[in-house]
């Protein structure tokens, strides 16, 4: 624990100290320039990998950020006569303001169309600039006199350290941040926003939280990009930049605060790179060396394609021959950028922390961080009293795709307590049912009761909120996230704290109380040994059980399980008969979807079936399975005698004699 910290923390803090005293060493104006870039580009790169790490959207828009900070900085200054803080603090403020404004049609959309809207954004934005001239000055620029901070004048080693100590509070909040509830919520809705909104964290309010929150670094380090440069030209906030700082966030590591510093000081250093011969191919030659070591690593390790292994070896190389051909690097610019932003896409996805990361961890042995014990069971799923009452009612219940009646008419009462058997033939409209039900579907018509009170209809998350939680046929687990964090992400009754207290880190009971409680879920479904392991990288039946230990998080009154079993073998649907009953045993109603016909007469109390949309029988699981109507549906039109068959692992065999 002491060496982790030691060796973690030991290391930021050399590298802050080292930071600050080279101006005292270091006399020089260039050097003092350049840090004093790399600081603000480090906070606007953290900012920008909030959406691009985090979020894992592409976000054309940090650069239009930047862009609006300075002038909000620079014009408040020259019309107000605002002081320093506060005029940062209003560069920061718009630019939360036109984040979260921009963030409510541009986060419903995903992927390329997320891109396109924050790419129309940028280009409105630099028109902006340039054509309110009575504002801006338009293409003339903009002078901006470096206003007082708290009545001192700050020269340029002042005004360094102004943007050093922000950067540090920059990244202690950020690190508190993402670390916390919010972290875990952000990459949770980039692995799978359905699961997201079923599990009561809302996929709309974290995304739009994120992308504001990253707008305002952005808008932050323009105030302080326009007192550093004290004049101001709309073209600089263009795509160029863009593109330069897409590459120092995916070049330095995505999801890693080391990761935008590393990325911000390629984005200061690489423009004087460009600048001289010898540099520039002294740099080509070593991004050449990297792409052949981290392609060779791939390829012997087999962990890459050879495609993955061999472009970017080839672009580098590119860039390397180019180097020699080319008498002005500069003029080339853009296009080194972007075959540097691919070789960086393909070949080293995880950007050069993620790449030393892993060796550095081995190479001094940090151990991960040590995790509390988990408590008996009753501590963390307190017994609900359970009545036997209706708890869940479906009215006329329809859901029709176009002209396909998947739902077709369901009037079904689940009573609290039960471990209520919905099983059918493939297609007959379960997953659909319990997908109407969840609010992942609307319905057509039909009315839900939950605790007599109607259900919101066609929303996940507000159905969440009422105590429902499922499970997926298909599962959909957060699939970078370890075991631990998917059950703690979804963990109900641990409320996210106050926004200030979780940056100032405040909140460590909370976390550490969350981290009790989901080990506690995940030992009860077997994964205890497993926690630290991302869900991706789990046996599937782990990852089924996962999926349940999440649901649990939630401490729902009806818990859901669509299909549990499917693809598990033997061994695993006997454990998982045991934890369904121990579910049970906490007083948790369970709707069971199922079609391993023995699953369901060892744990239900009732069955329904249906066919077609439609309910063709219900009853206990032994006098369902000889109905006629369920064989009839089972065999698909032959009918033989009632009690001559019965249905076996979703199959009619015969009664044995
Ligand atoms: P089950 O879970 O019982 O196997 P489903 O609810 O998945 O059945 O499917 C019921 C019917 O609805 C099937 O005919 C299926 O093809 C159709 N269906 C399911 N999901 C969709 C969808 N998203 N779009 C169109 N048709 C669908
Ligand atoms: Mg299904």
Same mark, same amino acid.
């Given at each position: 624990?002491?060496?982790?910290?030691?060796?973690?923390?030991?290391?930021?803090?050399?590298?802050?100290?080292?930071?600050?005293?080279?101006?005292?060493?270091?006399?020089?104006?260039?050097?003092?320039?350049?840090?004093?870039?790399?600081?603000?580009?480090?906070?606007?790169?953290?900012?920008?990998?909030?959406?691009?790490?985090?979020?894992?959207?592409?976000?054309?828009?940090?650069?239009?950020?930047?862009?609006?900070?300075?002038?909000?900085?620079?014009?408040?200054?020259?019309?107000?006569?605002?002081?320093?803080?506060?005029?940062?603090?209003?560069?920061?403020?718009?630019?939360?303001?036109?984040?979260?404004?921009?963030?409510?049609?541009?986060?419903?959309?995903?992927?390329?169309?997320?891109?396109?809207?924050?790419?129309?954004?940028?280009?409105?934005?630099?028109?902006?600039?340039?054509?309110?001239?009575?504002?801006?000055?338009?293409?003339?620029?903009?002078?901006?006199?470096?206003?007082?901070?708290?009545?001192?004048?700050?020269?340029?080693?002042?005004? $360094?350290?102004?943007?050093?100590?922000?950067?540090?509070?920059?990244?202690?909040?950020?690190?508190?941040?993402?670390?916390?509830?919010?972290?875990?919520?952000?990459?949770?809705?980039?692995?799978?926003?359905?699961?997201?909104?079923?599990?009561?964290?809302?996929?709309?309010?974290?995304?739009?939280?994120?992308?504001?929150?990253?707008?305002?670094?952005?808008?932050?380090?323009?105030?302080?990009?326009?007192?550093?440069?004290?004049?101001?030209?709309?073209?600089?906030?263009? $795509?160029?930049?863009?593109?330069?700082?897409?590459?120092?966030?995916?070049?330095?590591?995505?999801?890693?605060?080391?990761?935008?510093?590393?990325?911000?000081?390629?984005?200061?250093?690489?423009?004087?790179?460009?600048?001289?011969?010898?540099?520039?191919?002294?740099?080509?030659?070593?991004?050449?060396?990297?792409?052949?070591?981290?392609?060779?690593?791939?390829?012997?390790?087999?962990?890459?394609?050879?495609?993955?292994?061999?472009?970017? +070896?080839?672009?580098?190389?590119?860039?390397?021959?180019?180097?020699?051909?080319?008498?002005?690097?500069?003029?080339?610019?853009?296009?080194?950028?972007?075959?540097?932003?691919?070789?960086?896409?393909?070949?080293?996805?995880?950007?050069?922390?993620?790449?030393?990361?892993?060796?550095?961890?081995?190479?001094?042995?940090?151990?991960?961080?040590?995790?509390?014990?988990?408590?008996?069971?009753?501590?963390?799923?307190?017994?609900?009293?359970?009545?036997?009452?209706?708890?869940?009612?479906?009215?006329?219940?329809?859901?029709?795709?176009?002209?396909?009646?998947?739902?077709?008419?369901?009037?079904?009462?689940?009573?609290?307590?039960?471990?209520?058997?919905?099983?059918?033939?493939?297609?007959?409209?379960?997953?659909?049912?319990?997908?109407?039900?969840?609010?992942? $579907?609307?319905?057509?018509?039909?009315?839900?009761?939950?605790?007599?009170?109607?259900?919101?209809?066609?929303?996940?998350?507000?159905?969440?909120?009422?105590?429902?939680?499922?499970?997926?046929?298909?599962?959909?687990?957060?699939?970078?996230?370890?075991?631990?964090?998917? +059950?703690?992400?979804?963990?109900?009754?641990?409320?996210?704290?106050?926004?200030?207290?979780?940056?100032?880190?405040?909140?460590?009971?909370?976390?550490?109380?969350?981290?009790?409680?989901?080990?506690?879920?995940?030992?009860?479904?077997?994964?205890?040994?497993?926690?630290?392991?991302?869900?991706?990288?789990?046996?599937?039946?782990?990852?089924?059980?996962?999926?349940?230990?999440?649901?649990?998080?939630?401490?729902?009154?009806?818990?859901?399980?669509?299909?549990?079993?499917?693809?598990?073998?033997?061994?695993?649907?006997?454990?998982?008969?045991?934890?369904?009953?121990?579910?049970?045993?906490?007083?948790?109603?369970?709707?069971?979807?199922?079609?391993?016909?023995? +699953?369901?007469?060892?744990?239900?109390?009732?069955?329904?079936?249906?066919?077609?949309?439609?309910?063709?029988?219900?009853?206990?699981?032994?006098?369902?399975?000889?109905?006629?109507?369920?064989?009839?549906? $089972?065999?698909?039109?032959?009918?033989?005698?009632?009690?001559?068959?019965?249905?076996?692992?979703?199959?009619? +065999?015969?009664?044995?004699?």
């Amino acid at each position: 624990m002491l060496k982790r910290l030691f060796l973690i923390l030991g290391v930021e803090a050399l590298l802050l100290v080292v930071l600050a005293v080279i101006p005292l060493t270091v006399n020089n104006s260039f050097v003092l320039g350049l840090l004093t870039l790399l600081a603000i580009y480090g906070i606007l790169l953290i900012g920008l990998d909030i959406t691009v790490g985090y979020l894992g959207q592409v976000n054309l828009a940090q650069a239009a950020f930047l862009g609006l900070g300075a002038y909000t900085a620079a014009l408040t200054v020259t019309r107000f006569g605002f002081g320093m803080p506060a005029a940062l603090i209003a560069a920061a403020a718009v630019g939360c303001l036109f984040g979260g404004a921009l963030s409510f049609p541009a986060l419903r959309l995903e992927g390329p169309q997320f891109a396109l809207s924050t790419l129309s954004f940028m280009a409105l934005t630099t028109t902006a600039l340039n054509e309110w001239e009575s504002l801006t000055g338009g293409a003339q620029g903009l002078q901006v006199p470096r206003p007082p901070l708290f009545g001192v004048m700050l020269g340029p080693k002042g005004f $360094y350290w102004l943007c050093l100590i922000l950067l540090v509070f920059v990244w202690i909040a950020m690190r508190n941040l993402l670390s916390s509830q919010w972290g875990r919520a952000f990459e949770a809705l980039r692995d799978s926003p359905i699961a997201t909104d079923a599990m009561g964290i809302g996929t709309l309010r974290n995304k739009a939280a994120a992308f504001t929150l990253g707008s305002g670094l952005g808008g932050l380090a323009g105030g302080l990009y326009a007192f550093n440069f004290q004049y101001l030209q709309p073209q600089v906030f263009v $795509y160029d930049l863009m593109v330069i700082l897409l590459l120092g966030v995916v070049l330095g590591g995505r999801k890693s605060l080391w990761g935008a510093f590393v990325g911000a000081t390629i984005v200061v250093l690489l423009p004087n790179l460009l600048s001289s011969r010898i540099l520039f191919q002294a740099f080509s030659g070593l991004g050449f060396l990297l792409a052949l070591t981290a392609g060779i690593r791939g390829f012997v390790t087999k962990t890459t394609r050879p495609f993955q292994a061999v472009a970017p +070896v080839v672009a580098m190389g590119m860039l390397v021959v180019g180097g020699i051909f080319t008498s002005n690097t500069e003029d080339w610019r853009k296009a080194i950028f972007a075959l540097m932003l691919f070789a960086v896409m393909v070949g080293l996805p995880e950007g050069l922390m993620g790449f030393a990361a892993s060796f550095l961890t081995r190479l001094f042995r940090i151990p991960p961080p040590e995790l509390p014990e988990p408590v008996p069971l009753d501590e963390v799923l307190v017994k609900k009293v359970t009545d036997g009452g209706p708890l869940l009612e479906l009215l006329d219940l329809k859901h029709y795709f176009g002209g396909v009646r998947a739902v077709d008419g369901v009037t079904l009462t689940i009573s609290s307590g039960a471990i209520h058997g919905l099983i059918g033939p493939n297609g007959s409209g379960k997953s659909t049912l319990v997908n109407v039900i969840s609010g992942l $579907y609307a319905p057509t018509s039909g009315g839900i009761l939950l605790h007599g009170k109607p259900l919101a209809k066609g929303s996940l998350f507000k159905v969440a909120q009422r105590g429902l939680s499922r499970t997926f046929q298909n599962l959909q687990l957060f699939s970078e996230l370890s075991a631990l964090d998917n +059950v703690m992400v979804a963990m109900k009754g641990i409320y996210r704290s106050p926004l200030p207290l979780v940056l100032l880190g405040l909140t460590r009971k909370n976390e550490r109380r969350a981290q009790i409680d989901a080990l506690t879920l995940l030992k009860m479904v077997g994964l205890m040994d497993d926690c630290r392991v991302p869900a991706k990288d789990l046996p599937y039946g782990a990852q089924r059980f996962l999926e349940i230990a999440r649901a649990l998080a939630r401490r729902p009154d009806l818990l859901i399980l669509d299909e549990p079993a499917a693809g598990l073998a033997q061994p695993d649907i006997t454990r998982l008969l045991q934890i369904i009953r121990r579910i049970h045993d906490r007083g948790i109603t369970i709707i069971l979807i199922e079609h391993h016909m023995d +699953v369901v007469s060892e744990l239900c109390n009732i069955v329904t079936v249906l066919d077609h949309g439609k309910i063709i029988a219900e009853g206990e699981p032994g006098e369902v399975k000889r109905h006629p109507k369920v064989i009839e549906a $089972y065999l698909g039109g032959t009918v033989e005698p009632a009690g001559q068959q019965y249905i076996e692992q979703g199959n009619i +065999v015969p009664v044995p004699a």
